[in-house]
Each structure stands twice: as C-alpha cells, then as structure tokens.
C-alpha cells in the first residue's frame, strides 16, 4: 500500500510539473501557435479526455465545411476556458450543460434536460452563446467499487451517510467547492467524507487510486468505459445533486456565423450517449488516437 501511494504522489508531482512547465503564463496559449487570425475559430478543450474528443469532432466538423481551424487543447476547467471564450484566445469550447449552469449560477434550481438548456442563454456572459444541445449526456457520479459498495450496502449516495466519515473521496480540485461537489453532497445527503483527496477530473489518476485502495470512492464520469471493466458501482443520485449534462457547443458569438451554427449544430443531432461512451472507448481503452477517431465517426455519420 505504501508503495502505491508513493507512486500515486510522483504522478500527481508529475503532472503538477507539467502543468507549470507547460502553461503557468496563459493556460489558453495556442498548439497551432499564439494567436490565429479573425477568420480562424480556435477550437479549445478542458483537461480531459472526452472533451478533448469532442474539441476534434468540433474541428473536424468544421474543417469538413471550409472552416479554417486552429485547437487550444487541455487548458483546464471553466475557471479557465471561460474566461479565454470571453476575451477571445479561444472560441468554441465542448461544454455540459449542468455544470456550466452551475459555475454561471451557483444557485441555479434546474436539475432537467431541458430546464437546464433553457436556463442557460439568461446565465451566460453577454459575448457567449450555446449552440444545439445533443442527447449525449456525460454526468459527474460517486463511483465505488463492488466490494466497497457489498461491504456498506451502498446503492445510492444517500447510503453514504452513516458510512462516509470514515471513507475518502477522490476527485479534482474544483469538486472540493463547486455546488454539486462537496457542498452539494453535504446539502442533498448530509454525506461528509472524511477524507477528499485532490486527483484529476475523471482521469487515470481517480480511476487508479480507487483500484488500488488509495480512496474508497471517486468522481467520476459516467461515460467512462474504465466503470464497466473495473465492475466499479455507480451510486443512484436520487435528489439530483448531479444536473442534466447534455454535450453543448459553447462558442463566442462573434465567431458564430451561420456555416459555424450548421456544422455544430448538425454534430449534436448525431451524437448520443451511446456514441460518445464508444468513442471514448476506442481512445480510452483501445488507445487510439482521439483526432482520427474524430474523422472516422463524422465520415459514418455523414458530416464530413
């Protein structure tokens, strides 16, 4: 035990090294360089896999109907991306439609699909809009494993109140305060850990510490094909701490043309969850590479 958690501390300090190393002045600094020209959208990705995913099939997209394209990949979370589609580093960015509600309005009521895409428009800065929201749905989840999950009889989160005080939770720095994080865990379900222990956001890292027993449970996406080939235990979110989180084009509206809404638009008509979770699995499991895994599904599904 000792030795894995001292391997799990060198690739968090690994990964902490290259964060700084790599984007400590301006976490939206360009792959295809500083800056593009104004008839270039900059397509930009948050830190994790499926979204970078997704950042290809925007640009992909958009390629296939004559839009010049440059990529901003694995900037960060809201806390970074947003800013840069406000002052206009980057332009287009795949979101989820709960979570972005929530970092625009931390005591936004809508739980539903389509409350929450409603809700939107209202809660976003003046320079940006929302596209077509699709039917894949990608949701945060308290993830523990099978023996985990037998030991404490726990089927949904609300089980975790007698039982969490003495577990710990792993998950990405942001869940430690965002409102459906620890905060909403405690308002919904009166569940407190007793232990967080700051990870990636559904990543390698999360997946890994709760495999090994370094947490006893994690936050993690629901798409994730490592749930299904670790018989991990996805706990029922009854009270709806976690909102709908449909896959949405987040673009400012100045580079919103309508050639741009039609090729966007048209991708979210496609995808579904089913889709995107075997997608993620072709980069995720099969390790193949998530821009030609982009190509290969536009060119099946007619966008290219």
Known sequence: MLRSRMALGAAIAAVALAVTACGSDNPTKSDTGDSAPSDTI?????????????????????????VKVST???????EAYVPGLEDGSIDLIPDYTG????????????????????????ALPDKLIVLDQSKAEDKDAIVVTKETASKHSLKSIADLEPVASKLTLGGP??????????PGLKENYNVTFGTYRTLDAGGPLTVNALKNGQIDAGDIFTTDPSITANDFVVLDDPKSNFSAQNVVPLINKAKASDKVKSALNAVSAKLDTKTLTDLLSKVVTDKQDPNAVAKEWLSSAGLS
Do not use: C, M, W
Request: proline share 6%.
């Open 72 to 78: 901003k990949l694995n900037i960060g979370s809201r």
């Open 42 to 66: 900059v397509v930009g990705s948050a830190n994790f896999q499926e979204n970078v995913l997704l950042a290809h099939i925007y640009a992909e997209a958009l390629k296939a109907k004559g």
């Open 173 to 182: 720095p942001e869940f430690k305060t965002r409102p459906d994080g620890i």
């Open 99 to 122: 979570n972005l509600l929530l970092f625009l309005n931390k005591t936004a009521p809508e739980t539903s699909s389509d409350d929450v895409y409603a809700a939107l428009p209202k």
